[in-house]
């Protein structure tokens, strides 16, 4: 188990380069990532920029994941012209037409909808384990595509952003949902017994069909087949290492026009972006705190959006209903996870445990709010055992993969199987799924597309449009507010008590608790 362990250990590592880059617009921050200011080769189409992370891997032919982590990188041009618009800049789908250079033999993998590029230790690093201390150069060709279309005059002197994503890649492999619990409920089961699923090719070739294939009761499952299209996470996909940051909400916000910044804060009722001060979230909640900075013009120039504190930008977001996640993971080109992909996630390739956590035991422990160094880009929980999770303290959430230290191991750092982060505790996480209330068969692998609507919504075909119940979307995990006692059920993997969906995430409101990440089928 040494090499699982060690995956997760420094995880959320911080470096002085995060302090002072987090006000240079042109750099791009997601946690313990840092991405340099891109320069633009106009004869060349090009953008080049340096890259760095810490607690980067590559675990190949062993026993236990075999798998690596990477960033997801893309780009957004907004042309210099009066209140030009920020447009997905499509990239070359010919991988040689990227290059990385450097120490740590990074390679650049493109994808077919030249949505980004993803960067990762490639095949030479064989079970290498540790930080990237020094930067790599980045070269990414633009296709001269944009999503939409570029609005404004554009010239060589347009801003770009590279907004980088950090991902673990799960493989391709059998796994089981379900975990062979004593007794059912509304957890996945072998029909009617209490055996677990095995999800192999053949079933992800031909669905896995009736609701009787994966649950013991029409009401925990989808009244139409699941088809062959419906992701069940038999096939390789990426999925974020950490959940959606403020920082990163701030990034989606300041890319998106007035009349998008309007509809966003009007979950809220009279909300504007050309009033400073104005918060996307409750309110002056020290902990859960995005607002405007910089007031906007009505109906023309937009707000910037910030914080007051720099250490904001680490911690997790809540306040996310479902379109709220959905606009930001079709801005980003991801898409939602289903739950057969969350149990993937969370358990591997290992046998199922009954009533276990994401990190594959029955054992699990926190502190209830108790940090040391809170309030700073470090704060940790002032204990360290088995199964740290964050919830039960009505405080907000704490740094992403705080629990992950430079001795931990797996069990500590609260990790799952393929060394993701948070998949308990801090905030819920939120997939497509649940009961027999709505027809979510006609979900699939589909990546989001950079283009949203004029209120700022996703617009992907086949994604569940709203969040609430009867509604094709299903919580997981629990949040820092889940309580104790048998509201712990909410932090194990098979749970599905919201299958019949929960209103915290319905568009007409936003709940601190409720946060989620994305995933990218390639």
């Known amino acids: 188990?040494?090499?699982?362990?060690?995956?997760?250990?420094?995880?959320?590592?911080?470096?002085?380069?995060?302090?002072?880059?987090?006000?240079?617009?042109?750099?791009?921050?997601?946690?313990?990532?840092?991405?340099?200011?891109?320069?633009?080769?106009?004869?060349a189409n090009s953008l080049t920029f340096t890259i760095k992370w810490d607690n980067s891997w590559r675990i190949n032919g062993v026993s236990g994941p075999n798998n690596y982590d990477a960033v997801w990188i893309f780009v957004k041009r907004q042309p210099c012209a009066a209140n030009g618009v920020w447009?997905?800049?499509?990239?070359?789908?010919?991988?040689?037409?990227?290059?990385?250079?450097?120490?740590?033999?990074?390679?650049?993998d493109a994808?077919?909808?030249?949505?980004?590029?993803?960067?990762?230790?490639?095949?030479?690093?064989?079970?290498?384990?540790?930080?990237?201390?020094?930067?790599?150069?980045?070269?990414?060709?633009?296709?001269?595509?944009?999503?939409?279309?570029?609005i404004g005059s554009s010239t060589n002197s347009d801003n770009f952003r590279v907004v980088g994503i950090e991902m673990v890649y799960v493989p391709q492999s059998?796994?089981?949902?379900?975990?062979?619990?004593?007794?059912?409920?509304?957890?996945?089961?072998?029909?009617?017994?209490?055996?677990?699923?095995?999800?192999?090719?053949?079933?992800?070739?031909?669905?896995?069909?009736?609701?009787?294939?994966?649950?013991?009761?029409?009401?925990?499952?989808?009244?139409?087949?699941?088809p062959s299209t419906y992701p069940l996470g038999y096939n390789g996909f990426y999925c974020m290492k950490y959940e959606i940051n403020q920082q990163q909400i701030v990034d989606y916000l300041n890319t998106l026009t007035y009349e998008q910044q309007a509809a966003r804060l009007a979950v809220w009722g009279a909300r504007f972006p050309n009033v400073g001060n104005t918060y996307f979230t409750n309110?002056?909640?020290?902990?859960?705190?995005?607002?405007?900075?910089?007031?906007?013009?009505?109906?023309?120039?937009?707000?910037?959006?910030?914080?007051?504190?720099?250490?904001?930008?680490?911690?997790?977001?809540?306040?996310?209903?479902?379109?709220?996640?959905?606009?930001?993971?079709?801005?980003?080109?991801?898409?939602?996870?289903?739950?057969?992909?969350?149990?993937?996630?969370?358990?591997?390739?290992?046998?199922?445990?009954?009533?276990?956590?994401?990190?594959?035991?029955?054992?699990?422990?926190?502190?209830?709010?108790?940090?040391?160094?809170?309030?700073?880009i470090n704060e940790t929980m002032n204990m360290v055992m088995e199964g740290i999770v964050h919830f039960n303290w009505d405080g907000g959430p704490m740094r992403s993969g705080f629990a992950a230290t430079p001795t931990s191991n797996r069990l500590q750092a609260a990790a799952t199987f393929y060394g993701v982060m948070d998949m308990a505790g801090n905030v819920c996480e939120q997939c497509v799924g649940g009961g027999t209330g709505f027809n979510y068969s006609t979900f699939t692998a589909a990546n989001g597309d950079g283009i949203l609507t004029n209120r700022g919504l996703a617009n992907t075909t086949g994604w569940p449009t709203d969040g609430g119940t009867n509604s094709g979307t299903i919580i997981k995990g629990g949040g820092f507010y889940t309580g104790g006692g048998g509201q712990t059920a909410q932090m194990m993997v098979s749970d599905r008590q919201f299958y019949n969906g929960d209103n915290r995430n319905l568009s007409n409101t936003r709940d601190r608790n409720i946060g989620g990440r994305g995933v990218r089928s390639y």
């Open 174 to 226: 059998n796994f089981y949902i379900g975990d062979g619990r004593s007794s059912n409920s509304s957890n996945f089961s072998a029909g009617n017994t209490i055996g677990a699923v095995e999800i192999t090719s053949a079933k992800q070739a031909s669905g896995i069909g009736a609701y009787s294939n994966y649950v013991s009761s029409p009401v925990y499952g989808c009244f139409i087949p699941l």
């Open 1 to 43: 188990d040494f090499l699982i362990s060690q995956i997760v250990i420094n995880h959320m590592k911080k470096t002085i380069y995060l302090i002072i880059l987090l006000f240079i617009t042109s750099y791009s921050f997601a946690n313990n990532l840092v991405v340099g200011n891109p320069t633009y080769n106009s004869g």
């Open 87 to 108: 447009s997905h800049a499509l990239l070359s789908t010919t991988s040689a037409d990227h290059s990385v250079t450097g120490s740590f033999n990074l390679v650049a």
């Open 283 to 376: 309110g002056n909640n020290y902990r859960q705190m995005i607002k405007v900075t910089t007031a906007g013009t009505n109906n023309t120039v937009p707000a910037v959006f910030g914080f007051d504190n720099v250490w904001n930008a680490y911690l997790p977001a809540g306040y996310l209903n479902w379109q709220d996640l959905t606009s930001y993971l079709d801005w980003s080109g991801l898409r939602p996870m289903t739950e057969f992909e969350y149990e993937k996630v969370c358990r591997g390739t290992l046998n199922p445990v009954p009533y276990e956590f994401p990190w594959g035991t029955t054992v699990m422990n926190t502190s209830s709010g108790g940090m040391t160094n809170a309030n700073t």
């Open 111 to 150: 994808v077919t909808d030249g949505m980004g590029i993803f960067i990762h230790r490639g095949t030479s690093a064989n079970n290498v384990i540790g930080s990237l201390t020094t930067t790599s150069s980045v070269t990414v060709k633009l296709s001269g595509t944009y999503n939409p279309a570029l």
